[in-house]
């Protein structure tokens, strides 16, 4: 997550492949990031230019599916661009939903397929919103039966108003379901817009398992045992 002139930007990325390779494709990914939030105007340019970093790049054909967010305090609002990556859910009050988006583009690297364009969703906030990006890692997790983590509902079930709290239930829940036996690598990550200070000192867990950067607090990726790839979630400043 870093501070730019345009809001608070953040990205979630799942990297093909694994390995090496594949961590320095992510690494490049993050770096590219941070220096193309702070000048591009629009999320979508974000994404083109790290699609032509995959694309024409030195990454031998890897893609990777990415979800680029921004959040503005200033103005109540939020913009996704998905590449491929899975719809974030809001949580709004006890009610929880995916947030309707435009249809997702393809995966970084493999744009061109799609003429190099990608849409942006635009989502109204309300004061106490709260936004939970994943990696599919999550939703394909399966059971002893073959049965999919049934992960919005879920969410619904263990909602708390403690945002870490929230995220260990999760956490735990996703193990239990899977036996620690997932074929890929998860990540669960929160973002909320900022509270006073009186109400923020009762968001339980040390400081280090949150991140606050100007007008919004991410609460860092928790991560499962892998099977794959790395993700690349960027929750510092």
């Known amino acids: 997550m ?30 590219a990031f941070h220096e193309l939030a702070q000048h591009e105007r629009t999320l979508s340019g974000v994404a083109t230019h790290l ?28 913009e996704f661009v998905s590449c491929g990556h899975p719809v974030p859910l809001l949580l709004r009050g006890k009610q929880v ?32 919103d709260r936004i939970l990006l994943y990696t599919d890692g999550v939703t394909e997790a399966r059971d002893e039966n073959g049965c999919f983590y ?10 708390d108003s403690d945002p870490g709290a929230l995220l260990d239930a999760l956490r735990s829940d996703l193990l239990r379901h899977s036996r620690d036996r997932s074929a890929d690598d998860a990540m669960l990550m929160l973002l909320q817009r900022d509270v006073p200070e009186p109400v923020r000192k009762l968001v339980h867990g040390p400081p280090a398992a949150r991140s606050a950067t100007g007008s919004v607090l991410a609460f860092p990726p928790i991560e499962l045992p892998d099977g794959n790839g790395p993700r690349t979630a960027d929750p510092a400043g």
């Open 2 to 31: 870093t501070k730019t002139p345009f809001g608070i930007r953040v990205i979630v990325c799942d990297v093909m492949g694994k390995g090496l390779p594949a961590v320095q494709t992510a690494s490049r990914i993050l770096h």
């Open 97 to 128: 939903t995916f947030v309707e988006s435009a249809p997702p583009s393809p995966p970084l690297g493999l744009l061109d397929f799609n003429e190099g364009r990608c849409e942006t969703t635009f989502l109204s906030l309300h004061p106490d």
């Open 51 to 78: 699609n032509a970093l995959l694309a024409h790049g030195r990454d031998d054909g890897r893609f990777a599916t990415a979800l680029i967010a921004a959040i503005s305090g200033d103005v109540d609002r939020a």
């Open 150 to 159: 049934p992960f919005p509902a879920r969410v619904s079930a263990l909602n």
